[in-house]
């Protein structure tokens, strides 16, 4: 099970971004699915989590509204569609996806950012400057 994350780069205040999680070698169909970011000298965050690809994404207070969700089943990727930068957006953006069956939705959307996952992509750089 393989994660590749790509998509980030240097962004100004109010740009957009589209990050991208491929799924290699697997569906992710198949799995349930977050994102999660580290700032520099800060803890690793969540910032979405879907409990299968067709689901509502929960998005975490501080990217509400700004960012989105979504995916394209056919390429077995998941995007993040980051709007409305700001400088504290700046951070390592990663994905991570758990199987299905390992966690029932509820249990999963209730703390999809402290279950354990069974892959994480490599995570991709977005710095956003003032």
């Known amino acids: 099970v393989q994660l590749q994350a790509s998509g980030g780069g240097l962004a100004q205040s109010g740009d957009s971004l589209r990050l991208s999680c491929a799924g290699l070698g697997f569906s992710l169909n198949d799995y349930r699915i977050a994102w999660f970011r580290q700032a520099p000298g800060k803890d690793r965050e969540g910032v979405s989590c879907i409990s299968s690809i067709s689901s509502s994404p929960f998005y975490a207070d501080s990217v509400k509204g700004r960012f989105t969700v979504s995916s394209d089943i056919a390429k077995n990727t998941v995007y993040l569609q980051t709007n409305s930068l700001k400088p504290e957006d700046t951070a390592i953006y990663y994905c991570?996806?758990?199987?299905?069956?390992?966690?029932?939705?509820?249990?999963?959307?209730?703390?999809?950012?402290?279950?354990?996952?069974?892959?994480w992509g490599r995570g991709t750089l977005v710095t956003v400057s003032s």
């Open positions: 991570a996806a758990v199987r299905s069956r390992t966690y029932s939705t509820n249990a999963y959307y209730t703390r999809c950012f402290t279950v354990g996952y069974d892959a």
